[in-house]
């Protein structure tokens, strides 16, 4: 079962490594981490993570991850990869999203017709591609899963993980990562936080998803 | 405001990347990710991480942040190591570790008489190094945080950055990453789960700590 994640510069790093902190501990997971040139990739934290393939060395996988990030926009500008985000997931048995990746997955038509969830910030920009926008941690439309922002991709991850290999070793894989979050603060969705703090980061994020 | 991040050989990813995404965003926040020698570092998901920094290019931080893994409790043979977290710790206002990390600062003699967490299958290690072990997410003594398994750096850093920067920024970091947890299933302590996946990684867990 090969896994594919794809890397690129600016990328938030947690998107990514929520999920794949998971799902290669699947029962015969093969995972590759794959970016436009293989190589080191700089996310927008600083931290730099390697893609040990390029995009032409992978031509199907059977769970594609695509992370977000403020730049994920911009891939609709970026026929390479979304023609290969496209050639992949007409192989794929799932095709995942965390935050806004799945605006790249939107890009690449993949999610005309469908539900689909993004970060809050991005939502209606979902729209654009034809999507059916929901404001929910995980939306599932046939094979397509989509997350929320960032922190919900563990939560995807074990919702994939139960779907790909049982509810008991998805069990096992929660408990493994210690999963019994306790968030400091009831301020994780927009509808909680204080309008103040909602309002500054719409601004941020609505400027990035221009780029 | 210096955060450096201790990175090494077989380290959990999930560990480094949740407090990372976090307290890279605080306000002046510079970042360091240090290994024994600077370079790609293999974690135990097998996905590469950069350190671009070796231990002897830093002397001092605001903050450290020890992740952990299977192997951490070898670290307590490592003495080029150990050396290094204790001379660090010295310069510190916070020295934090998540999951088994804690074991590293226990072997660096730093948890001597303190409370302290750790992940939950090797809680009784803690004991070895003189600390006083606490079944919580976080726990907090002077200024060392300790959090339980892999996860629960997540909330360990965005508490910590409420004491850093204000509840208030804090909260828009939470939001930012979209942090609502919505767990899949109700297992991530071991008190939650069923008795057979504990034991099932209770045994396995044990003899990554033999290492």
């Known amino acids: 079962m090969l896994i594919a994640f794809l890397l690129y510069e600016g990328m938030t790093a947690l998107d990514l490594v929520g999920p794949h902190e998971i799902l290669s501990r699947l029962p015969g997971a093969k995972v590759k981490r794959v970016a436009k040139a293989a190589?080191?990739?700089?996310?927008?934290?600083?931290?730099?993570?390697?893609?040990?393939?390029?995009?032409?060395d992978v031509e199907?996988?059977?769970?594609?991850?695509?992370?977000?990030?403020?730049?994920?926009?911009?891939?609709?500008?970026?026929p390479e990869v979304l023609d290969w985000v496209r050639s992949i997931h007409n192989t794929t048995s799932w095709t995942a999203?965390?935050?806004?990746?799945?605006?790249?997955?939107?890009?690449?038509?993949?999610l005309t017709g469908l539900k689909a969830t993004t970060h809050w910030a991005a939502m209606d920009r979902l729209k654009e591609w034809g999507a059916k926008p929901e404001f929910e941690r995980i939306v599932q439309d046939g094979k397509v899963m989509?997350?929320?922002?960032?922190?919900?991709?563990?939560?995807?991850?074990?919702?994939?993980?139960?779907?790909?290999a049982g509810q008991r070793f998805a069990e096992g894989l929660q408990l493994g990562i210690e999963y019994d979050p306790q968030p400091p603060f009831h301020v994780g969705s927009p509808s909680k936080a204080a309008p103040a703090v909602v309002d500054a980061l719409r601004i941020k994020f609505a400027a990035d998803f221009e780029k």
Chains 1, 2 share one sequence.
């Open 97 to 110: 999203s965390v935050c806004t990746g799945s605006l790249i997955l939107g890009a690449a038509g993949i």
């Open 39 to 56: 190589g080191s990739i700089m996310t927008d934290s600083g931290m730099e993570i390697v893609a040990e393939y390029s995009l032409k």
């Open 146 to 164: 989509t997350a929320a922002g960032v922190s919900a991709g563990i939560d995807m991850a074990l919702t994939l993980s139960a779907n790909i």
């Open 60 to 78: 199907s996988a059977s769970v594609l991850v695509i992370p977000g990030s403020g730049s994920a926009n911009s891939f609709r500008n970026d």
